[in-house]
């Protein structure tokens, strides 16, 4: 009864089963997880692991895929406008936090070698976990949400000068006892391992720029999307395994060659196919930091554990606290910042086994610091919880809390998505023409706004099928999308296909590759946001050079009707970047071709009316 089967059975058992229930009682998702291990693990009802070994095993991979799907959102141009958030609040975390420690542990009368490498770890925090907790809250845009995802950003980039700096601790080469695990990179004196280390992570990148990308564009020929799936998995497996094999964090690698791939066209379809693995697999991860608690050491050395644990928990937290105030938070968001990073992370787990296998810390200290890192992941859902129900409450309100979708009262043949500029010029035109629509929004600011002007918006998530349901997309014809978010659209236009094949979807595009996900969705109604407005200035420049109004008024139709045309056999070859140059280059042309042929072709008598001296420039 200890086959793989068994442990899948009791794993996603015990997630079914805890998760409602911790939801229910308001603990959130990731302590129900956590509390499944437990319960699940050796030292309980011993279900699963042989003292917590192999467990981790799960973890590891969770976190490989998670830190795949964080680095594909990390594009350059966005890492580039987060630099002064992310030097100056995540810079200055990682620095002050591994400081403390390193002082704190020489002080203590440990080396300094061991201290450094432990400081580093424990500087550390659960991208994991703080992602999760502020992304179920809905607190990612909050002020809190935005200062710990550039913490957690600049954390993942300080671990490849983390695993640099680790070989150049090691002062004596000693026999590795058989026991011991080896890894390739051991031969190798330290200066060089660091040399590996820079070469493993430069290796990645090149292959995500230069290998990657190539493939994926000859399997996406295929059309096939099982294929595009299996290659994705074998993208982030392929590179765990690589980065595993000289002794490096898997999770690491396949965080560069995220960022890496971040700017390619197959961003969105890389994120959508593996987005269901990596909520299961962060599920097992907590799962499994749960049943790895080794229990029996706390039990022996209680009272040492936990005081470390509380005393890592409030030194990171006040200086948490203290650049919190420095980046001018108030107190509520402050606590949410502080209380969310305070833990030690999952990347520790790598670097203290790095750490134990070049012998810069021995057997037991690893143990004693994987307990108490996954002790401090445990604790720190319930500080927050605490925080959330008893501290919150006294201290100010929230800067974004949570609202109950409203109930919808009216059901129209229209639905229209988004009331922003896009969406509230839409709406305003529909009603101006006798059309009511059902408008939902999900900004609750811009949905008070809107009310005070005179507008009958309702507060909500369009992309859950609850609320489209009770604003009465079983028996409503159109729904129209306005929402400026290429991603959400994406989300939408599935939860319709899926649940409402009734309604014919009519979605905005911000340009032409969202209008191509859009249209390998079976979207048949796209409209660019640009398109018309740029139409229409290249209108008015020709009326003023001369051109009659009417005749401007047909070519801009027929460059409209070509341009879409175009579009629908582009969308085929779109992956193949030479192809899709060329096919452009005679679209072009082509388009160009036939615009000339209509301005010169003789004019019908009601063409001449249109435009004659009288009616020019109308």
């Known amino acids: 009864m200890d086959g793989f089967l ?50 981790m095993h799960f973890a590891e991979f969770g976190v490989v895929m998670m830190l795949f799907l964080v680095g594909l959102e990390l594009e350059p141009a966005k890492l580039w406008q987060m630099k002064s958030m992310i030097t100056k609040i995540g810079l200055s975390q990682v620095l ?70 680790l070989p150049l601790l090691v002062v004596t080469v000693e026999v590795v006892s058989s026991d011991h695990h080896t890894s390739p990179m051991d031969q190798f004196p330290g200066w060089i391992q660091t040399l590996l280390v820079i070469g493993a992570v430069g290796l990645v990148v090149i292959l995500g720029r230069y290998a990657i990308v190539p493939i994926l564009r000859v399997i996406a020929k295929t059309r096939l999307r099982e294929l595009f799936v299996a290659s994705a998995l074998l993208i982030v497996v392929g590179i765990a395994f690589l980065m595993e094999l000289v002794g490096l964090s898997p999770a690491l690698g396949t965080f560069l060659a995220g960022v890496v791939l971040a700017n390619s066209e197959f961003k ?16 097992l991860f907590f799962i499994a930091v749960g049943a790895s608690i080794n229990f029996g050491l706390i039990s022996e050395q209680a009272g040492l554990i936990f005081s470390i644990t509380f005393g890592i928990l ?9 650049i919190g105030k420095y980046a001018k938070l108030g107190t509520d968001q402050n606590l949410i910042f502080a209380l969310g990073l305070s833990q030690v992370g999952e990347f520790s787990f790598v670097t203290y086994s790095f750490a134990s296998q070049l012998q810069i810390i021995d057997k037991p200290t690893t143990e004693m610091l994987m307990a108490i890192t996954a002790l401090s992941m445990t604790l720190t859902p319930l500080f927050i919880l605490i925080n959330e129900r008893l501290v919150l409450p006294r201290v100010g309100t929230l800067e974004k809390s949570e609202k109950e979708p409203d109930k919808v009262d009216e059901k129209h043949g229209v639905i229209l998505v988004g009331f922003s500029h896009f969406g509230s010029t839409v709406g305003r035109f529909l009603r101006a023409n006798g059309i009511n629509a059902t408008i939902l929004d999900n900004d609750s600011d811009r949905v008070d706004l809107l009310r005070k002007m005179g507008f009958k918006v309702y507060y909500g998530d369009a992309t859950r099928a609850d609320l489209l349901e009770s604003a009465g997309a079983h028996e409503a014809k159109i729904l129209i999308s306005a929402i400026d978010s290429p991603e959400t659209n994406l989300i939408l236009v599935e939860t319709v296909k899926k649940h409402f094949p009734n309604l014919e979807l009519m979605i905005r595009a911000k340009n032409r590759v969202d209008a191509f996900e859009l249209m390998e969705l079976d979207v048949p109604n796209i409209y660019r946001e ?27 139709q027929s460059f409209i ?11 085929k070859i779109k992956h193949d970047k030479k192809e899709y140059i060329s096919a452009v280059r005679k679209q072009i042309e082509m388009q160009e071709q036939l615009l000339s042929s209509e301005l010169n072709r003789k004019f019908t008598l009601n063409d001449q009316a249109w435009d004659s001296e009288i009616m020019k420039g109308r």
Not at 542 to 549: A, Q, T, Y
Request: proline share 2%.
């Open 96 to 165: 002050l936090t591994t400081l403390a420690f390193f002082g704190l542990m020489v002080s203590f009368g440990f080396s300094w070698q061991i201290a450094l490498a432990v400081s580093m770890s424990l500087s550390l925090s659960s991208t994991a976990i703080v992602l999760q907790s502020l992304k179920e809250k809905n607190q990612l845009d909050s002020a809190a949400g935005k200062n710990s995802f550039a913490v957690l950003l600049m954390q993942d980039i300080a671990v490849i000068p983390i695993l640099a700096i």
């Open 561 to 571: 009707k070509y341009d879409e045309e175009a579009l629908k056999e582009l969308v």
């Open 268 to 283: 969105h379809e890389l994120e959508s196919d593996l987005d269901p693995f990596k909520g299961l697999l962060l599920g």
């Open 530 to 556: 640009h398109l018309e407005s740029s139409v229409r200035l290249g209108k008015d420049v020709l009326i003023k050079m001369g051109f009659r109004s009417h005749t401007v008024q047909r070519l801009a």
């Open 6 to 55: 068994f442990q899948a059975i009791i794993y996603l058992a015990a997630a079914i089963i805890c998760v409602p229930i911790a939801k229910k009682l308001g603990m959130g998702s990731v302590l129900g997880y956590l509390l499944a291990g437990i319960i699940i693990g050796p030292y309980l009802l011993g279900f699963i692991g042989e003292e917590g070994e192999d467990i």
């Open 314 to 322: 409030l030194v990171k937290t006040l200086i948490l606290i203290g």
